[in-house]
């Protein structure tokens, strides 16, 4: 059974930093591009980042493009999004996906996998 369990939110000042954390079970970890993603209140999924099998390559949305940085641990099946200067915006649940390939894209709902998500909540 696949298991994607995300950590590490809570609730952060503007301008403050938050290390998520995503840890995967269950499946061969080495051959799935892992990505993050946010749903905020009322909105719809919008894809943050994506690290391609080996962290080789990464793919960022432009809203967090320069604030944030997505790596991966093959060693210890757990892909991370470090989230720096936050903004009231970031404010989101944070949901790590899974699928199966090479290269850092947005996937989308092909994602094979899902986790429940972390909330992150930004104060101004």
């Known amino acids: 059974q696949v298991q994607l369990v995300e950590s590490g939110g809570g609730l952060e000042q503007a301008g403050g930093s938050l290390r998520l954390s995503c840890a995967a079970s269950?499946?061969?970890?080495?051959?799935?591009?892992m990505s993050w993603f946010r749903q905020a209140p009322g909105k719809g999924r919008e894809f943050v980042a994506a690290?391609?099998?080996?962290?080789?390559?990464?793919m960022y949305a432009n809203s967090v493009k320069g604030r944030s940085t997505i790596s991966r641990d093959n060693a210890e099946n757990a892909v991370y999004l470090q989230m720096n200067s936050l903004k009231p915006e970031d404010t989101a649940v944070y949901l790590c996906?899974?699928?199966?390939?090479?290269?850092?894209?947005?996937?989308?709902?092909?994602?094979?996998?899902w986790g429940q998500g972390t909330q992150v909540t930004v104060s101004s």
């Open positions: 690290i391609s099998w080996n962290g080789g390559s990464t």
């Open positions: 269950g499946l061969p970890f080495n051959n799935y591009v």
């Open positions: 996906a899974a699928k199966r390939g090479l290269f850092a894209r947005d996937y989308g709902d092909k994602n094979d996998y």
